[in-house]
């Protein structure tokens, strides 16, 4: 089973930026829609944004236009940037397969101060 794995949240001011990134153990870039989602505190985990294997993409309507998802198959590696940064964007951000129902990371941590 492929291991995900999330990093580059942190702490930051609204109006700023960050690039989270997502490490998979194998390749799956190839051969999946991959995606990353986010799950503030109380709420449902919901679609932040997708890229398909040929590198179309997708966003939600919040963050069209602020954050950019790409990916780099042959290092089994995808990004997210993230620009003009709310306080309604924390949230823990998971990368995973396009309506991945199992297999989630630990995410990692964005926190937007205002």
């Known amino acids: 089973q492929v291991q995900l794995a999330e990093s580059g949240g942190g702490l930051v001011q609204a109006g700023g930026s960050l690039t989270l990134s997502c490490a998979a153990s194998?390749?799956?870039?190839?051969?999946?829609?991959m995606c990353w989602y986010r799950q503030a505190p109380g709420k449902q985990r919901e679609l932040v944004a997708c890229?398909?294997?040929?590198?179309?993409?997708n966003y939600a309507d919040s963050m069209r236009g602020r954050f950019t998802i790409s990916r780099d198959a042959d290092e089994n590696t995808m990004s997210l940037q993230m620009n003009s940064l709310k306080p309604e964007d924390t949230a823990v951000y998971y990368c995973?397969?396009?309506?991945?129902?199992?297999?989630w990371g630990q995410g990692t941590q964005v926190t937007v101060s205002s």
């Open positions: 995973n397969k396009y309506r991945a129902a199992a297999n």
């Open positions: 194998r390749s799956i870039f190839r051969l999946n829609v």
């Open positions: 890229i398909t294997p040929l590198g179309s993409t």
